[in-house]
């Protein structure tokens, strides 16, 4: 699809909202509603003896408490692996001696451009945890053997978190 026109209808702190006119492969002139995101990191933080370490925190736009991966958004220019290591340590108090990349996938492709970049991270030191001023969670530390019922029972239920679990459980079966 051509882009032909743009309008931004919302310029947030954290994305943009705009209204754009396209031209379709057809020729058909339609408009398509785009939520704009700089994009975010997930961090897959493993102890020595394989735990995830993970954060329980209340997500407003679901109205409740969810267990998930550390993440965080990009800052401008900042790389993926410095904004890893800065979500880290941010939230869990942690830096990870090693850090690896696990997947890359876009959340919602047909309304919003917002890549993720899913990092696994071992080889932890302690370090100080420097929460923002709007964030309040726990850290929470779970064994594999754990995760699949913590999953059926609803605490873990956003996308990020379970795509990163499943492909973690994937390699202990291999």
């Not at 979500?87 to 917002?114: D, I, K």
């Amino acid at each position: 699809e051509e882009r032909i026109a743009s309008e931004t209808v919302f310029d947030g702190r954290l994305l943009t909202v705009r209204v754009d006119t396209v031209k379709t492969p057809g020729g058909r002139e339609t408009s398509r509603e785009v939520v704009a995101h700089p994009g975010a990191v997930g961090i897959l933080p493993l102890t020595e003896d394989n735990r995830v370490i993970l954060v329980r925190q209340f997500r407003y736009a679901v109205g409740r408490e969810l267990l998930e991966i550390p993440a965080g958004t990009r800052e401008p220019e900042e790389t993926a692996e410095a904004c890893a290591h800065r979500e880290l340590e941010e939230e869990v108090g942690m830096r990870a001696g090693q850090l690896g990349l696990m997947a890359t996938f876009f959340v919602s492709p047909g309304w919003c451009n917002e890549e993720l970049v899913i990092f696994r991270a071992w080889d932890l030191e302690p370090s100080k945890a420097n929460l923002e001023d709007d964030e309040d969670l726990e850290v929470v530390v779970v064994g594999p053997e754990e995760i699949p019922q913590l999953i059926a029972g609803g605490q873990i239920a956003d996308a990020k978190t379970l795509t990163s679990l499943t492909m973690y459980l994937a390699t202990l079966r291999e």
